[in-house]
């Protein structure tokens, strides 16, 4: 494939719409796959632009069974060559907000102890 940047525009009613220009006139439309947690979604069009040379409107469902709690992440690919062309992710659900919460209460401790420590360092050092 030819040298391809992909632009995310917007997600809208569960599809997410993006820009997929190629450089270097590239003959007919690229082949895309785009796969959550390693399995093909449906569904995926690709559409000349028109009046814009070598740019593609693309467009991917995003399945409701994809819809979970966590971080579900969307792999954009070009199928010939295997070269990821972006990807996007949607975070979903009460547990991940509790879990980052978790997670930043432990990283606080931990400076504060190492903010004792290096304290005490400091002071054991001078004296």
């Known amino acids: 494939m030819?040298?391809?940047?992909?632009?995310k525009s917007r997600i809208q009613a569960g599809v997410w719409e993006g820009v997929l220009s190629l450089e270097g006139g590239a003959?007919?439309?690229?082949?895309?796959?785009?796969?959550?947690l390693e399995k093909p979604v449906e569904g995926?069009?690709?559409?000349p632009?028109?009046?814009a040379q070598?740019?593609?409107?693309?467009r991917?469902?995003?399945?409701?069974?994809?819809?979970?709690?966590?971080?579900?992440?969307f792999l954009i690919r070009s199928r010939p060559d295997d070269v990821t062309?972006?990807?996007f992710a949607i975070l979903t659900g009460e547990p991940m907000s509790e879990d980052i919460r978790a997670e930043m209460d432990?990283?606080?401790?931990?400076?504060?102890?190492?903010?004792r420590a290096f304290r005490r360092h400091c002071v054991e050092t001078m004296g």
Do not use: F, N, Y
Request: glycine share 10%.
């Open 44 to 47: 995926v069009s690709l559409e």
């Open 49 to 51: 632009i028109d009046g």
């Open 54 to 58: 070598g740019q593609w409107h693309l």
């Open 106 to 115: 432990l990283l606080r401790a931990e400076l504060d102890m190492l903010k």
């Open 2 to 7: 030819a040298e391809a940047q992909l632009t």
């Open 27 to 36: 003959d007919g439309a690229p082949e895309i796959e785009v796969t959550h």
């Open 85 to 87: 062309l972006g990807s």
């Open 60 to 73: 991917i469902p995003i399945p409701a069974a994809a819809l979970s709690d966590g971080v579900q992440t």
